[in-house]
């Protein structure tokens, strides 16, 4: 059957390890693209992910959900390469910004919540590394959204040095603030010269 046939070559399907999250069918079939319950949830939605829906659509990515530091652009194009997908010209935003970073820039509220949620998500952690997303989740301290706020909270709690980190997500524009500038200023003291 299929299924065995994918078990026995799994790597040649997923070009991914495969005891890795990259190799578990749900994280590229059924990715958390929705947000209910203060989280990023996974649809119900199975389909495989291309960079041509996320650009036409708006609609996240598995791709770009676990390797949030890449473009639009690297999706496309590797997902050409492995399975021959048609390219699609992103734009040049979409070239050079990472997706998860436009999402949580020039996202609706929804788009901003599950990127905040996958910054705290440990597989994407462990492809993207840790030492860059700090900054972006206090950003999103500010969100007009507590919602957005809330989770954007969560995720920095699972980073080195902010696991006691004081916040209240529906506190005065001036303690939202005022914690975005706490948040920024200790990942800028604890990063090497």
Excluded at 16 to 26: F, P, T, V
Excluded at 31 to 42: E, G
Excluded at 163 to 170: A, R
Aim: proline fraction near 5%; hydrophobic fraction near 35%; glycine fraction near 4%.
């Amino acid at each position: 059957s299929a299924n065995v046939a994918y078990r026995d070559s799994i790597e040649t399907h997923t070009h991914h390890a495969a005891d890795s999250e990259g190799s578990k069918c749900y994280n590229c079939h059924m990715p958390h693209t929705s947000f209910a319950l203060l989280k990023a949830i996974r649809s119900h939605r199975i389909a495989s992910p291309t960079a041509t829906m996320t650009f036409k659509y708006d609609r996240p990515n598995a791709c770009n959900l676990c390797h949030l530091d890449r473009t639009l652009e690297w999706t496309a194009n590797t997902l050409s390469d492995w399975y021959g997908q048609e390219p699609v010209n992103v734009g040049p935003v979409a070239q050079e910004t990472s997706a998860m970073l436009l999402y949580a820039i020039t996202g609706d509220a929804v788009q901003r919540s599950v990127m905040a949620w996958h910054l705290g998500w440990k597989p994407a952690k462990e492809v993207s590394g840790t030492h860059w997303q700090v900054p972006f989740l206090a950003m999103l301290l500010e969100d007009p959204y507590s919602a957005v706020r809330f989770v954007a909270y969560e995720s920095l709690k699972t980073y080195p040095g902010y696991e006691d980190f004081e916040y209240d997500s529906v506190g005065s524009v001036e303690s939202l603030a005022a914690a975005r500038d706490r948040a920024v200023d200790a990942w800028r003291n604890a990063q090497k010269p």
